[in-house]
């Protein structure tokens, strides 16, 4: 059978090497993490020693690919001089921390507008985009911007908005991705229960920005309701959604890392790993 690239959100409690213990457990072949405390300012740099060794892991592990999610604490679109920068530099330090690791994406959530019209705020956080790929140099990890539930003002409810984004960056587009996520989809109005309703969002994507700047995607049923804007992910299969995107999903995009972000209480990412795996099977 063909690899098909799928995992979980891993922890890097004790050591980011940590997280290919996990990712052995679970025999998975990709997954995401947080390179530092994703609710905190603090920044943070992974010492020679701490690189090596999460290379040595890696290298003796059966995983392909491992992306970063950006701190949620960013927000490119802040209009004022001082949090703007702040994000920027976050998200550049970021940027930094994904290429001493040897990682090739970092998820990001758009930007909340606030007090701000939704265009000004796309146009800051294009600007944001431009500002910290330009500090963290080239060479560095590709930024995935991540569709959003539309909870409060959050930018990148829909998929007009990111290409927006996407048109505004041009220029890097090198370094700007898309990471779809179900969970996010469903909740901001995207009926993608049906065959044709994934096809239909898939073809909305592949129209305005391109299916192959989608480098990755959020597995997560959602127990909000359609159109809720609730961003709470659930266990595949056992949500609002329903099996049927996971399996049309997992079979159309083998070779693009996905990764859930479900509870992990008990075994439940095995579970849902295990549910993954049997679209798959014949
Ligand atoms: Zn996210
Ligand atoms: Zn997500």
């Not at 701490?50 to 960013?74: G, K, P, Q, T």
């Not at 956080?125 to 959050?154: D, F, P, R, Y």
């Not at 290409?163 to 993608?192: E, N, S, V």
Request: hydrophobic share 40%; proline share 2%; with cysteine.
């Amino acid at each position: 059978m063909k690899k098909n690239l799928l995992g979980v959100h891993c922890s890097i409690a004790g050591g980011a090497e940590k997280a290919f213990a996990e990712a052995e457990g679970l025999g998975i072949n990709c997954f995401q993490i947080f390179t530092k405390n994703q609710r905190q300012w603090k920044e943070k740099e992974f010492t020679a020693e701490e690189r090596a060794r999460f290379r040595r892991a890696w290298e003796a592990s059966e995983v392909d690919v491992v992306f970063s999610h950006a701190s949620y604490l960013i927000n490119l679109a802040a209009a004022e001089p001082e949090r703007h920068q702040r994000a920027v530099n976050a998200l550049a330090g970021e940027l930094r921390r994904c290429a001493q690791l040897g990682l090739s994406y970092v998820v990001l959530h758009p930007g909340f507008a606030r007090e701000q019209s939704r265009p000004d705020a796309i146009r800051r956080i294009a600007e944001g985009l431009h500002a910290a790929v330009a500090a963290a140099g080239e060479g560095t990890a590709m930024v995935l911007l991540e569709n959003m539930a539309g909870q409060g003002s959050s930018i990148g409810t829909n998929i007009e908005e990111i290409k927006t984004l996407m048109d505004l960056t041009a220029d890097i587009q090198h370094r700007i991705g898309f990471c779809l996520d179900t969970c996010h989809a469903f909740a901001a109005g995207y009926d993608i229960r049906t065959k044709g309703g994934i096809e239909d969002l898939l073809a909305r994507i592949d129209r305005l920005i391109g299916l192959d700047r989608m480098k990755a995607i959020h597995l997560n049923d959602s127990k909000g309701g359609l159109g809720s804007h609730l961003d709470r992910h659930w266990h595949i299969g056992e949500g609002q959604i329903g099996e049927v995107p996971f399996r049309y999903l997992m079979r159309r995009f083998p070779a693009v890392p996905k990764v859930i972000e479900t509870p992990k209480k008990d075994d439940w990412d095995a579970r849902n790993l295990r549910r993954l795996r049997s679209f798959i099977e014949a």
